[in-house]
C-alpha cells in the first residue's frame, strides 16, 4: 500500500502539467499522464528583460545581513544576506514594478569576490502576476556577465529550465548598492 502510493506520487509529480491540482475524475486516485499531457503541450521559450536593485544602505534595505563571521576575510567569506530586492521594467528603481528578488545570497569564495545565488524571481506582471522563477547559481559579482541556471518555476514557469544573465550597470563602492540588468531565457510550457 505504502510502496504504491509512493510510486504514484513519483508519476504525477513528474507529469502534471494541467492547471489543475489534482485530477480526482470518477474518483481515480492517480493515473499515468505521461503521454496524454506531455505530447499535447509544446515548450516555448520566454526572455525576461528587468532590473534588480540591491539596496543594502538607507532606512529601509531590501537586502540585509543575517549571518557570516565576527571576523570577516579580505573578501567577506561566510557573509549571508537576505533579500527581497525590487524588480522593474526600467534601469531607474521607481520605473514599472515587475516582480521581487526574494531568497538569499552570501560571499561563497575565499580568493576572489564571488556569490552563492538562491533566489525566487516572483512576478506581478500581467499574466506572469503569480508565476516565479528559480535561480541557483554562481555569481562572481565583479566578472561583466554572470550565468546562472533556473532550477524550476512555478505558475506558468511550470518545470521550467534555462538560464539568466545579469550585468551590473550600476554600483556604488561605499554601500554596496546595485542595479543589476537581467536576461532571463526560460523554456516552458
Ligand atoms: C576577532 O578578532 C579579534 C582581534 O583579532 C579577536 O580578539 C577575536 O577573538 C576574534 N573573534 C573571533 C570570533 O574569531
Ligand atoms: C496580481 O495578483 C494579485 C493576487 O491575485 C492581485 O491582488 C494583484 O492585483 C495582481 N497584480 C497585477 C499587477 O495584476
Redesign the pocket.
Given at each position: 500500500m505504502a510502496t504504491n502510493f509512493s510510486i504514484c506520487l513519483l508519476i504525477t509529480f513528474n507529469f502534471v502539467i494541467f492547471p489543475t491540482f489534482y485530477n480526482t475524475v470518477n474518483g481515480i486516485f492517480c493515473e499515468e499522464l505521461t503521454e496524454g499531457i506531455a505530447i499535447k503541450r509544446v515548450e516555448k521559450t520566454s526572455h525576461l528583460h528587468f532590473y534588480f536593485h540591491d539596496v543594502t544602505s538607507g532606512k529601509k534595505p531590501s537586502a540585509v545581513k543575517i549571518a557570516g563571521p565576527a571576523n570577516s576575510s579580505a573578501y567577506g567569506f561566510g557573509a549571508t544576506m537576505m533579500m527581497d530586492d525590487a524588480l522593474t521594467e526600467g534601469p531607474d528603481i521607481s520605473s514599472k514594478l515587475v516582480g521581487r528578488a526574494q531568497g538569499l545570497y552570501a560571499i561563497a569564495a575565499q580568493e576572489e569576490v564571488s556569490l552563492l545565488m538562491v533566489m525566487n524571481f516572483a512576478f506581478?506582471?500581467g499574466t506572469y502576476?503569480?508565476s516565479s522563477i528559480s535561480i541557483l547559481g554562481r555569481n562572481p559579482v565583479f566578472n561583466d556577465v554572470r550565468e546562472m541556471p533556473i532550477a524550476g518555476g512555478s505558475g506558468v514557469f511550470r518545470l521550467a529550465r534555462g538560464y539568466a544573465l545579469a550585468h551590473t550597470i550600476w554600483f556604488d563602492y561605499n554601500t554596496g548598492d546595485a542595479t543589476v540588468e537581467y536576461h532571463v531565457y526560460v523554456s516552458h510550457y
Amino acid at each position: 500500500m505504502a510502496t504504491n502510493f509512493s510510486i504514484c506520487l513519483l508519476i504525477t509529480f513528474n507529469f502534471v502539467i494541467f492547471p489543475t491540482f489534482y485530477n480526482t475524475v470518477n474518483g481515480i486516485f492517480c493515473e499515468e499522464l505521461t503521454e496524454g499531457i506531455a505530447i499535447k503541450r509544446v515548450e516555448k521559450t520566454s526572455h525576461l528583460h528587468f532590473y534588480f536593485h540591491d539596496v543594502t544602505s538607507g532606512k529601509k534595505p531590501s537586502a540585509v545581513k543575517i549571518a557570516g563571521p565576527a571576523n570577516s576575510s579580505a573578501y567577506g567569506f561566510g557573509a549571508t544576506m537576505m533579500m527581497d530586492d525590487a524588480l522593474t521594467e526600467g534601469p531607474d528603481i521607481s520605473s514599472k514594478l515587475v516582480g521581487r528578488a526574494q531568497g538569499l545570497y552570501a560571499i561563497a569564495a575565499q580568493e576572489e569576490v564571488s556569490l552563492l545565488m538562491v533566489m525566487n524571481f516572483a512576478f506581478i506582471e500581467g499574466t506572469y502576476n503569480g508565476s516565479s522563477i528559480s535561480i541557483l547559481g554562481r555569481n562572481p559579482v565583479f566578472n561583466d556577465v554572470r550565468e546562472m541556471p533556473i532550477a524550476g518555476g512555478s505558475g506558468v514557469f511550470r518545470l521550467a529550465r534555462g538560464y539568466a544573465l545579469a550585468h551590473t550597470i550600476w554600483f556604488d563602492y561605499n554601500t554596496g548598492d546595485a542595479t543589476v540588468e537581467y536576461h532571463v531565457y526560460v523554456s516552458h510550457y
